[in-house]
């Protein structure tokens, strides 16, 4: 018996579904913490602490928590694994400060760059500033390309992320969406263009106005796009890129409890504020933020969810924007931390999958959903113990 057994107990009982897998998730957690201390007596007295809880929400008998204790054990092994290969790539931010068009705008975007800048430091990224001297230091090269040269220098860390970050204003001339720099603009197509060789999970934040077919334009794998408007139309000031500048670090913003927040949750805090603003002050929103990260294309709004979860079931066949955002995190966790960034990629892929097999299980075969279950957690589980 073994986790097979256990999915095939969840399957049967339907008030169960996926809290059974969550459970064995918790567990092998739980062992995993539990070989800090010292002798294995204490993983199994962790885990037989939880035999009375597991049979009272699924009806387990003794027999089956006894089994997937040993599944748990085994998966630990007897003492530390290795730690996994640290990677020779850092996670980089490339932070673009367009222009202001008079001072308060100068000072205003100063400042979101300044909390996007100061974070990704303390993270130990590589950060690149364009457009913020101010006039301070002579540059002799335009922002543009500045900007295009900077990307292409990103292109050789193939497992480590790449944040894009766009601070500024943006125009909409009902043909093309421009971000708007000091000197040439440049448009959602030309930045597409930069970014085809780059072979990197990459982010792209956009809180400008009229940013919205940026959405559409950037779409892709490996890719999250952010925009602070849901259409070229919304060309009034963003506040989405002031909320979002706070949401990012801040622990109120942590929905799942992990010690960390998400692009997803700040994306989710700072779409709830700058909605509360227009309703505190009794205006007409004029901006609606978007997210895209399963690369259709089609996007998200804050407002089809609640907390994490959307508020209707996505259609057969279609992924969930939302998954992969929650994956990224510009100051990560004491355990994500540890990660190089290539079992970063591994684990989350792993993750991914397992959550679209949950979406397909009425879809497909049990046995066939078991057997692929059992497989995708298991190699989660040793990989989440390698690097510990």
Request: glycine fraction near 8%.
């Amino acid at each position: 018996m073994g986790i097979t057994t256990l999915e095939r107990d969840a399957v049967n009982d339907q008030t169960t579904g996926w809290s059974a897998v969550q459970t064995t998730e918790t567990l092998v957690q739980t062992g995993r913490d539990a070989t800090h201390d010292k002798g294995g007596a204490a993983v199994l007295a962790r885990l037989k602490s939880m035999s009375k809880r597991i049979s009272k929400h699924f009806s387990m008998g003794i027999s089956c928590f006894l089994a997937l204790l040993g599944i748990v054990w085994l998966t630990l092994g007897a003492g530390h694994a290795a730690e996994g290969e640290s990677g020779s790539s850092i996670p980089a931010l490339i932070l673009v400060v367009g222009a202001g068009g008079n001072p308060q705008y100068d000072i205003t975007f100063y400042q979101w760059s300044e909390r996007w800048e100061s974070a990704a430091k303390q993270a130990g990224m590589a950060v690149t500033v364009i457009g913020r001297h101010r006039g301070e230091i002579e540059v002799k090269e335009t922002d543009y390309s500045r900007l295009e040269a900077a990307i292409k220098q990103s292109q050789g860390a193939v497992h480590s992320e790449l944040w894009i970050v766009l601070i500024g204003h943006g125009t909409f001339d009902r043909r093309v969406a421009k971000f708007n720099l000091r000197g040439p603009d440049f448009s959602a197509e030309e930045l597409n263009q930069w970014l085809k060789p780059v072979d990197r999970p990459t982010a792209i934040i956009n809180c400008s106005s009229a940013s919205g077919p940026f959405i559409s334009a950037l779409a892709g794998p490996q890719r999250v796009v952010i925009t602070g408007t849901k259409s070229g139309t919304e060309v009034n000031f963003s506040r989405f890129g002031d909320h979002l500048s706070h949401a990012i670090t801040d622990p109120a913003a942590d929905l799942d409890k992990d010690n960390q927040t998400s692009l997803w949750e700040a994306f989710l805090m700072a779409s709830r504020r700058t909605t509360e603003y227009y309703d505190t002050d009794g205006r007409v929103a004029t901006e609606h933020a978007l997210l895209d990260d399963n690369g259709d294309g089609q996007s998200v709004r804050a407002d089809q969810f609640r907390g994490l979860s959307p508020r209707a079931k996505p259609t057969a066949g279609q992924s969930l924007d939302g998954r992969k955002a929650h994956q990224w995190h510009l100051i990560s966790n004491a355990t994500d931390a540890k990660l190089s960034p290539q079992d970063r990629l591994r684990r989350n892929e792993l993750e991914i999958a397992v959550e679209n097999l949950r979406d397909s299980k009425d879809q497909i075969p049990e046995e066939d959903y078991r057997v692929e279950l059992e497989q995708l957690l298991v190699e989660l589980a040793e990989l989440n113990e390698r690097v510990e």
